[in-house]
């Protein structure tokens, strides 16, 4: 694996983007149909119920997986009153491609140097869309950020909702149950919590702490991808909310991990990007797995094999002529 990881590209002020663009399959409006027949990527806006209608089709999905940009570029350029009635737009957007009986999920972040925004503004906002609050999921990072005078931040927050009586099924860690008690006398014998349970392991709540953030050591690592969410996490909202066969949809595909966890776990998605370059990065992420069997590329990156050529032709383009001397 190279050494040559991407820049933060949702940020990036460097030539970069201008160089991968032409390597990039789709331009905005543009569907990528898996050859494969069972997923579909697509470039376009959130925001565009248009775009959405023709994606979708007659086709609903039992899930949604959303991580929007917060804090980043779309919140630096907007303000927090912008940002929520953007929010709307998809999130409506969102209720009208799900089932009458669906989950959705939400990433979304919590500034606490500027009054938690946009968390407590979203939560207000999702009081009338339709959708039923479920569960405030806390993942623990591993690595956290902040200095000596404030506790350090080491969470990532997921919003929970759902429409109607969706289906359910019981997540568990690979974390053994070692601590006993809970009696309770069953059939006249003196039983304690795990031997009731249904499982030697802990039952995962909504608070995550067995889960490694991605850093660049990960082979499931997509450098240039901004706070990219691990493979393992996704895979359980998928596996707890849908049934093999269910229709999952992403309209923030990032770095392609709802796409990879719906490969793995025989669901079919629908995933879309309005950034051509993050929609290119799923799609080689899906091609990669499906002939290497590797969820990333650690400290590479997708467009290796492009980037590496195109520094060589300039190489050897800037590279001194070779001369010879004939000798008489």
């Known amino acids: 694996m190279l050494q040559n990881p991407l820049p933060r590209l949702d940020r990036d002020t ?87 009986d669906s989950s959705l999920y939400v990433w979304l972040g919590a500034d606490q140097n500027n009054h938690f925004q946009p968390l407590g503004q979203f939560i207000t906002m999702m009081a009338t869309s339709g959708f039923r ?36 099924q019981v997540q568990y860690t690979d974390i053994p149950k070692i601590l006993r008690g809970y009696y309770k006398d069953i059939d006249g014998h003196r039983t304690e919590n795990i031997q009731r349970g249904r499982s030697m392991n802990i039952r995962a709540g909504n608070v995550w702490v067995d889960l490694q953030q991605v850093f660049y050591r990960l082979q499931e690592n997509v450098s240039g991808c901004y706070a990219q969410k691990p493979l393992r996490a996704i895979e359980r909202i998928v596996l707890a909310s849908t049934v093999e066969g269910d229709l999952v949809t992403d309209f923030f595909a990032g770095s ?13 998605c629908i995933t879309f990007d309005s950034d051509p370059i993050f929609t290119e990065i799923t799609i080689r992420r899906l091609e990669q797995f499906r002939a290497t069997g590797k969820t990333g590329w650690q400290s590479g990156n997708p467009f290796e094999h492009e980037l590496c050529n195109a520094s060589s032709a300039l190489q050897s383009q800037t590279a001194p002529i070779a001369t010879t001397t004939e000798v008489i």
């Open 256 to 268: 392609g991990t709802t796409l990879l966890a719906c490969e793995r776990n025989h669901r079919r």
């Open 133 to 168: 609050s479920r569960s405030f999921i806390t993942m623990r990072n591993q690595r956290g950020y902040g200095t000596q005078s404030n506790w350090m931040a080491v969470r990532q927050e997921l919003l929970y909702y759902t429409l109607g009586h969706p289906f359910f």
């Open 14 to 100: 460097s030539d970069i983007r201008q160089r991968l663009l032409p390597h990039c399959r789709l331009k905005q409006g543009e569907v990528w149909h898996d050859p494969e027949g069972k997923h579909l990527v697509a470039c376009g806006d959130a925001s565009d119920q248009s775009f959405l209608r023709e994606l979708f089709g007659d086709s609903r999905a039992a899930l949604a997986v959303q991580d929007p940009p917060y804090n980043l570029v779309a919140f630096e350029t907007r303000s927090i009153e912008e940002y929520i009635a953007w929010s709307r737009v998809w999130v409506d957007n969102c209720h009208s491609i799900l089932t009458d």
